[in-house]
């Protein structure tokens, strides 16, 4: 069974921080490029970065400099830390394998994901 659990997320104000963590099943997370994907209301779930299994980093742009991605091998975590982040950057974030080529999920199913407000 695959299994996707997000967690860290929570009411920021702008310019702050957080670090966001996934426990991933090792099936997956052995093998497999890992990305972060996130929705804001209203919008499409979008990727937003991604991390091979050697450390090979992709960023969107809306992000890049400002969230870097990283993952623990030996314990099968996905971590995102956001820094100076923005009211646009209020969405629910997930993580999932991914096609580092054109960022599409590599899971048909997704965890239940980490709400990030980022208010004042």
């Known amino acids: 069974q695959v299994g996707l659990m997000e967690s860290g997320g929570g009411l920021v104000q702008p310019g702050g921080s957080l670090r966001l963590s996934c426990k991933v099943s090792?099936?997956?997370?052995?093998?497999?490029?890992m990305g972060w994907y996130r929705q804001a209301p209203g919008k499409q779930r979008d990727w937003i970065a991604s991390?091979?299994?050697?450390?090979?980093?992709r960023y969107k742009d809306s992000v890049k400099g400002r969230f870097t991605i990283s993952r623990d091998n030996t314990e099968n975590m996905l971590f995102l830390q956001m820094n100076s982040l923005q009211p646009e950057d209020t969405a629910v974030y997930y993580c999932?394998?991914?096609?580092?080529?054109?960022?599409?999920?590599?899971?048909?199913?997704w965890g239940q994901g980490t709400q990030v407000t980022v208010s004042s």
């Open positions: 999932n394998g991914i096609n580092v080529y054109n960022g599409d999920p590599l899971l048909h199913t």
């Open positions: 991390i091979t299994t050697r450390g090979t980093t």
């Open positions: 090792r099936s997956i997370f052995s093998i497999n490029a």
